[in-house]
């Protein structure tokens, strides 16, 4: 971080500007010390002391160099011998008496004086030099030079960027980590940049990517309005984290984990320990612990809110073979399927990764092939208008039922299955997940078995569906997302991109490039969400295990060992296929003698 921006931001600068902040302290500087006269005079005050101190600066700078002149010429005489001094005084008298005789010889020696003053008397405080070190200089001086041809403005007053330039030209705040690498930066940058143009920030983004490092992730904060740019390398995100009963509300749906600031809170999860660091200790408390090898831990979840209505009740998937399309929707319906949900799957590209959806309670159905997946969703479009036509009748029950009678509306319980037949009981019906996994393929074969309109039909169907308790959920390859139509684009509002985004999708996806960007190469699950209108946050995908749909336990439960063997720990990247929760089980606590 720069002095100025330290200086700044210590204790006592923010203890006197909330003290100037206050009414009464406000009001008095405004009444007196911000007169008119007094502000007048004070300026007059300034401007002529610094007139006199440029009249008088070669007179004070001759009296300093006398005085350190005086200074060396004492340290010189007492620091020799007697008799050497002697000699050396009486040489340098007898010199000057002959000069003072001779021709002109004051006037030389007066130029002397005043030359070897003068020269003495110097200002050598140094007070432009850069605190800095020279390495940081370095990095700071390369991003610089990396930026100029991009915001470089001739027409710029104050030159910002410029070749030739230096970095404090430009950068306002700067911080470095312990390792020296460059962490976080502040810019400001000409006021006729092109900053509102997406393809203009995308080039800025990897000049700087380019130059701090192409295997971190950035944060960038683009300020248009005061044309200042914060740009923050973002740590990496917990890897190893499997699929878990997330503790949640029964109407929110977890996605991920991201950044801590990009989220409002923190739930507990269940982690394995990372082989080169210590194992914490083990999680005890009211009669609950952990075996060896796994650990709680507070991560940020990346929440999907469904109701009836919901905002955002359609999600689309994207990215390309093999980056964990399948695994994010297997991840949602095993948590759709633990709470009771309907749940239709449509797997035009026979990925397999729906066999153990099969035949389980709940699911309508799970095809592979086009013509039944069409029957499928013609199924499901008589699903959403029965369900649209039961809402309504639910809405008619409510406006003519007296107030004093109105109609119970809840789950039906198997217990007592009498109580669903009474007339003052409406039904609750569970919602429905439509899973589409290879949305572009579907269309494709959908136009050969002649029908061309089906784009058009899940667009309606989407919306049809918003008030039907029914969720669509589509993955499609970054290739063929631009291929789909805007109509049904829009109906899709919960977007995820998984692995690297290039400018096109991002733009198709998210409205614009990414405020997020670096790394090239992305570890299995990782990726970007939006969740309707809200900002593109980093996204780290938990790992569902083939079988592991719907199986685990809350968090807070201990886990039972199975197995002699101790469980496998993740890395990141594609170790964390291997990475499952153990099975969890209530410890019985004994108990309390008398």
């Known amino acids: 971080m720069s002095p100025s921006a330290r200086a700044e931001d210590s204790l006592w600068s ?54 350190r002149g ?55 405080s140094h007070k ?32 910002h960027f410029k070749p030739g330039g230096g970095y404090r030209d430009a950068f306002t705040a700067w911080d470095f980590d312990d390792a020296d690498r460059l ?54 995100l917990i890897s190893g984290l499997s699929c ?28 394995p320990d990372e082989a080169d660091k210590p194992a914490p200790a083990p999680t005890t408390g009211r009669g609950r612990q952990l075996p060896e090898g796994w650990h709680t831990a507070l991560v940020a979840p990346v929440i999907w809110r469904v109701g009836s209505p919901c905002p955002n009740p359609h999600l689309l998937v994207v990215g390309d073979h093999g980056v964990g399309k399948t695994n994010v929707l297997r991840g949602l319906l095993g948590q759709a399927l633990a709470r009771g949900q309907q749940v239709a799957v449509i797997d035009v590209e026979q990925t397999e990764g729906y066999e153990d959806v099969r035949g389980r309670p709940g699911v309508r159905g799970v095809v592979e092939d086009p013509a039944r997946a069409l ?37 039906p319980s198997p217990d007592s299955p009498g109580d669903t037949a009474e007339p003052d009981r409406i039904e609750h019906t569970d919602a429905l997940w439509l899973c589409i996994d290879g949305l572009p393929e579907l269309i494709d074969a959908a136009a050969r078995l002649g029908r061309g309109d089906i784009e058009d039909m899940l667009a309606s169907l989407a919306r049809k569906a918003r008030y039907a308790d029914v969720l669509v959920l589509a993955t499609a390859r970054t290739d063929r997302v631009l291929g789909l139509r805007s109509a049904l684009r829009a109906q899709l509002t919960v977007r995820v991109a998984m692995g690297s985004v290039d400018s096109a999708t991002s733009t198709a ?34 790992y569902v295990a083939p ?22 720990t993740a890395t990141a990247g594609a170790s964390t296929d291997s990475a499952e929760v153990p099975e969890v089980a209530e410890v019985a606590a004994e108990p309390a003698a008398d």
């Open 375 to 411: 029957e499928l969703l013609d199924w499901v479009g008589l699903e959403c208008e029965r369900r649209a036509e039961h809402k309504r009748a639910e809405l008619a029950a409510v406006e003519n039922a007296d107030t004093t009678d109105i109609p119970v509306i809840r789950v």
């Open 244 to 271: 878990q009963q997330w503790p949640v509300a029964e109407i929110e749906y977890v996605l991920g984990i991201t950044d801590p600031d990009s989220a409002g809170r923190l739930i507990p999860v269940v982690l």
């Open 509 to 542: 996806l998210f409205g614009g490039t990414l405020e997020l960007g670096g790394a090239r190469q992305l570890s299995a699950g990782r990726g970007y969400v939006r969740v309707g209108s809200g900002p593109v946050i980093r996204l780290q995908a938990p």
């Open 547 to 568: 079988g592991a749909i719907a199986h685990t336990r809350p968090v807070e439960v201990v886990a039972k060992v199975t197995s002699a063997e101790p469980p496998k």
């Open 70 to 124: 005086a200074g060396r010429l004492k340290r010189w005489y007492t620091g020799g011998s007697k008799d050497r001094r002697r000699i050396q005084a009486i040489l340098g008298l007898a010199l000057l008496s002959g000069l003072a005789v001779a021709p002109y010889g004051p006037v030389l020696l007066a130029l002397a004086y005043l030359g070897g003053a003068g020269w003495l008397g110097r200002d050598t």
């Open 183 to 236: 962490t976080s930066f502040k810019v400001d940058y000409s006021q006729y940049v092109r900053d509102g143009e997406a393809e203009y920030r995308a080039k800025v983004e990897r000049a700087i990517e380019g130059k701090v490092g192409r295997s971190n992730e950035f944060l960038y904060d683009w300020d248009e309005e005061g044309n200042h740019l914060h740009v923050r390398v973002l740590p990496p």
């Open 128 to 159: 432009g030099a850069d605190p800095e070190s020279a390495e940081h200089i370095a990095r700071l001086q390369a991003v610089y030079n990396g930026l100029v041809p991009y915001l470089h403005d001739e027409h710029d007053p104050d030159q």
């Open 14 to 67: 923010r203890i006197g500007h909330s003290v100037r902040e206050c009414a009464p302290v406000a009001r008095f500087n405004e009444a007196v010390l911000h007169h008119r006269f007094l502000t007048w005079t004070s300026q007059f005050i300034r401007d002529l002391w610094a007139r006199l101190k440029e009249i008088c600066y070669p007179v004070v700078m001759v009296a300093r160099g006398t005085r």
